[in-house]
């Protein structure tokens, strides 16, 4: 299984961006899929979760402007990030809960991370 996220890039104070990440590979169900970041120097920060039946949770740091959704159908979560601040500059991580079989408990699994810079 691999998780490719793409999406990221320079931005201005203010505006917008909207990260992608695909799971791959030998999938039999995708339980939660969320977005994590960090920063020069900051630990990993939790920021969004989409679980697989609809519920959504948030970082109280990103909650009304960024917005997690899925499309089951291509395994691929999505994060739209509105009102994008210089303090959002990170390197953001896709995550994902996968099994397998059906047999096999969910195993975690990381995107590569994508760069996000807001920069005037």
């Known amino acids: 299984v691999q998780l490719q996220a793409s999406g990221g890039g320079l931005v201005q104070p203010g505006g917008y961006l909207r990260l992608s990440c695909a799971a791959s590979?030998?999938?039999?169900?995708?339980?939660?899929m969320g977005w994590y970041r960090q920063a020069p120097g900051k630990q990993r920060e939790l920021l969004a979760i989409?679980?697989?039946?609809?519920?959504?949770n948030y970082a109280d740091s990103v909650k009304g402007r960024f917005t997690i959704s899925r499309d089951n159908a291509k395994n691929t979560v999505y994060l739209q990030m509105n009102s994008l601040e210089p303090e959002d500059t990170a390197v953001y991580h896709c995550?994902?809960?996968?099994?397998?079989?059906?047999?096999?408990?969910?195993?975690?699994?990381w995107g590569q991370g994508t760069l996000v810079t807001v920069s005037s």
């Open positions: 590979g030998s999938i039999f169900s995708i339980n939660a």
């Open positions: 989409s679980r697989s039946g609809g519920r959504t």
């Open positions: 995550n994902a809960a996968i099994k397998s079989s059906s047999w096999i408990e969910p195993y975690n699994y």
